[in-house]
């Protein structure tokens, strides 16, 4: 059984920094691709970046682009997400995701999922 866990979430000042880390058990982790996405109250779930199998590739969305950076370890089956510069906008439930297409970028191209950790970013 596939299971991803999110941890690092928490509360910030803007201008600030986290990082998110997503500990995979249950397949080979080295053969997925990983990301990430947001969801705030009321929205559709938001890209925001995604990582190659390798780690050779990474995807970013606009928003986030040049602030939030993915990286992995594949010896530790996890995946990390750098947040920095954080705004009050980044403020949501972070999820972390796999999938078997090289570098993901829509929702319905990952498989299996976390279960989120909470980021808030006061003003």
């Known amino acids: 059984q596939v299971q991803l866990v999110e941890s690092g979430g928490g509360l910030v000042q803007a201008g600030g920094s986290l990082r998110l880390s997503c500990a995979a058990s249950?397949?080979?982790?080295?053969?997925?691709?990983a990301g990430w996405f947001r969801q705030t109250p009321g929205k559709e779930r938001e890209f925001v970046g995604a990582?190659?199998?390798?780690?050779?590739?990474?995807v970013y969305s606009d928003s986030v682009k040049g602030r939030f950076t993915i990286s992995r370890d594949n010896a530790k089956n996890t995946v990390y997400l750098q947040m920095n510069s954080l705004k009050p906008e980044d403020t949501a439930v972070y999820y972390c995701?796999?999938?078997?297409?090289?570098?993901?970028?829509?929702?319905?191209?990952?498989?299996?999922w976390g279960q989120g950790t909470q980021v808030t970013v006061s003003s």
């Open positions: 995701a796999t999938s078997p297409k090289w570098i993901p970028s829509v929702v319905q191209e990952f498989d299996y």
């Open positions: 990582i190659s199998r390798t780690g050779g590739g990474a």
């Open positions: 249950g397949r080979t982790f080295s053969r997925y691709a």
